[in-house]
């Protein structure tokens, strides 16, 4: 079947399923189709597609990042883009206009105009990337500022691939002249692999090596995967250097970035066709999920703890910050709702200087404690002596420790040797924020615990919690960060709503599932960061376009997976993992796969039927079904998926953007 018959296919079935059997509920309005997807009404800008004879690159014009700088099939370069990162390392968002471009056979010139503004900062700066027949890239940034502000950096960053370069060897032309050798990182390295660069060259394919060339500052390199990041990111300005530096208005910063194929060599054909989904043999212990309380949100309503008993999660995190006055009623709240809604409490407790009578009177609460994670006031890592003094009073559940922020600071600074676990927290927003990254960075989640059990033996892992956006800025100390007039608080994604949010936590059960996690929190219960919207409705409507008492897509994700609770995931593999991954589940003998549109385009998807039978009922969370999914979540979860045979041995499906389907066997 051509890819336009089978996407006429796919769309015929899911209007007749949305008619037939998801009629949606007019009362309640509907969402605009954007915010249905990815969470805002503006529609995606086109990528700009370039060629410089056997090197391609794909050019996103509203953040003026160049991705997949490519030999062929190979990435060179994941990426390529400008920051300006404020003293508090926040990022100031671009605004690109003026954008200019010229093509020949094999070549290329864009131009743009970049103004970046937030607060006391006002920059602004010319692009210009130029592509050659010989191959060679070259991005140029000249910027002028036009205030005086404060920056902990300004200029490119450059990110390395992490599937061709790990354990792979490189040589680096020093800014101080000669050339060293060295080796991408494989475990996640928690300081630079390499300092004081002026270029570095690694093979791309056989006979063929891809030199990259920094021009007007000196750079390093940090592996980007300790935020999970996908990428090995070289930046400017060294972090040896004191920061943070004042830039005056008036001065000039100008810099280029040079990418250069040397040598001959075959050029690897793009892949193309369906995605090829794989189920293997490998098994693991499905990790038990929860969910957050919601703490800046009103206690459950009856319909809310319903639906969240619903889920089948396993338990409800509280943060107990001890020399809070609030800890109690906190502690109540959270013991009645997780005795109605799940089997037990993870406690995050934050010990202060003075905490430990506050700590005496926690022990002896009741309430049934799945886990206890313990952090002390002011330290990166649980230092040695508050998980001793927690030991003394809290009982009856295991006692962790590590870190309330990201892998990198557990990665810096190991946890003390007594813990039963270590924890840390993820987020793909720590440094870039569109929809493509946040996709990328998906993988690094499975590096970060690979790489946590080799420093951590047979300890169990918690990742706690899992969230779209930061909770907080560790980096800003002090007083929280002002809401903005206009905007929505920084620890609040849109995308939250979304069929994006849905196919985002997919992935990230799948990468951290399938390498041996005890356990993974997400998101909270209910409210703008929860996993359905509060009855009384979104607090900023035109900037959170939810719906009163919806259910969110990624609620279904979570509770089709919890389902499996107490069985096992089989790792699968995506031959395209940047346009669809899957997560497949089995308990006794019961199986179901999960396969999650990572696109904002119709993906085409090939399943090899082996692991599901020669057939499986299908279930589609799309745009065509979202309506109810959202508003009657009970009537949607209970409608049949549609019955599927496989085809000569496989499951073929189009998947809609952003969506995911779920198949039982």
Not at 106 to 133: C, K, M, P
Not at 205 to 215: N, S
Not at 327 to 332: C, V
């Amino acid at each position: 079947m051509n890819p336009g018959s089978l996407r006429r296919s796919f769309n015929r079935r899911a209007f007749l399923l949305a008619s037939a059997s998801t009629a949606v509920v007019r009362g309640a309005g509907r969402l605009p189709r954007n915010v249905m997807l990815y969470g805002r009404d503006e529609a995606v800008p086109a990528l700009m597609h370039l060629s410089a004879g056997p090197v391609t690159c794909v050019f996103e014009p509203d953040i003026a990042f160049l991705r997949y700088i490519k030999f062929g099939d190979r990435e060179i370069l994941r990426g390529l883009y400008a920051a300006v990162r404020d003293k508090v390392w926040g990022t100031v968002a671009p605004k690109v206009s003026n954008i200019a471009l010229e093509t020949r056979s094999g070549s290329f010139r864009l131009t743009f105009t970049v103004d970046n503004r937030e607060g006391d900062i006002d920059f602004g700066w010319q692009g210009v990337i130029s592509g050659a027949t010989d191959g060679t890239v070259r991005y140029e940034f000249n910027g002028r500022a036009r205030s005086t502000f404060l920056r902990n950096r300004l200029g490119f960053a450059v990110l390395h691939p992490v599937k061709e370069c790990a354990g792979r060897p490189a040589v680096v032309e020093k800014a101080g002249g000669g050339t060293v050798k060295g080796t991408f990182p494989d475990a996640i390295s928690p300081h630079q692999p390499f300092l004081d660069m002026r270029a570095i060259t690694h093979e791309i394919v056989p006979g063929v090596e891809g030199e990259v060339r920094f021009e007007g500052e000196v750079f390093e390199m940090e592996d980007h995967r300790n935020w999970t990041d996908g990428n090995y990111k070289t930046y400017c300005t060294p972090l040896a250097k004191p920061f943070p530096v004042q830039v005056k208005a008036g001065a000039e910063v100008r810099q280029a970035v040079t990418i250069r194929p040397k040598g001959k060599g075959a050029i690897p054909a793009p892949a193309s066709g369906p995605v090829q989904i794989e189920v293997g043999q490998t098994a693991v212990k499905l990790p038990r999920l929860g969910v957050g309380l919601a703490a800046g949100a009103p206690a459950q309503t009856p319909v809310e703890l319903a639906r969240i008993k619903a889920a089948r999660l396993a338990h409800l995190r509280v943060d107990l910050r001890l020399w809070d006055p609030g800890w109690r009623a906190l502690w109540d709240r959270a013991v009645a709702e997780s005795a109605a809604t799940t089997d037990g409490i993870e406690a995050a407790v934050f010990l202060g200087p003075d905490s430990e009578a506050a700590l005496a009177q926690l022990g002896a609460l009741r309430g049934r404690v799945a886990r206890w994670l313990v952090f002390q006031r002011d330290a990166d890592t649980t230092p040695p002596q508050a998980l001793s003094h927690a030991r003394k009073h809290l009982k009856n559940a295991p006692v962790g420790g590590g870190v309330n922020t990201y892998f990198t600071e557990l990665n810096r600074e190991r946890p003390p040797a007594g813990i039963d676990l270590a924890c840390y927290s993820i987020n793909p927003q720590v440094h870039a924020f569109d929809n493509q990254s946040l996709v990328e960075n998906l993988e690094a989640q499975a590096d970060t615990v690979k790489s946590a059990h080799l420093f951590l033996a047979s300890k169990s892992l918690a990742v706690t919690p899992v969230t779209l956006k930061p909770r907080f800025n560790p980096q800003a100390k002090g007083a929280p960060e002002p809401v903005v007039a206009g905007r929505l608080p920084s620890a609040i994604d849109p995308r939250q709503v979304s069929l994006f949010g849905a196919a985002w936590t997919l992935g990230s059960i799948k990468y951290l599932a399938e390498q041996r996690v005890q356990s993974i929190t997400y998101y909270e219960t209910h409210g703008w960061a929860g996993l359905m919207e509060s009855a009384a409705g979104s607090r900023m409507p035109d900037l959170f376009r939810s719906l009163p008492g919806q259910t969110f897509p990624l609620y279904h994700v979570l509770a089709d997976a919890a389902a499996f609770g107490a069985g096992e995931a089989i790792v699968s593999t995506s031959s395209r993992p940047l346009e669809a991954c899957s997560l497949a589940l089995r308990q006794g003998t019961r199986r179901r796969l999960f396969v999650a549109n990572l696109t904002n385009d119709t993906c085409a998807v090939t399943i090899d039927g082996d692991w599901l039978g020669r057939r499986a009922r299908v279930s589609q969370l799309d745009e065509f079904t979202y309506e109810t999914a959202a508003m009657e979540p009970e009537r949607y979860r209970a409608i049949p998926g549609a019955l599927q045979e496989a085809l000569r041995g496989a499951y073929r499906l189009a998947l809609a953007p952003y969506a995911v389907v779920r198949l039982d066997a």
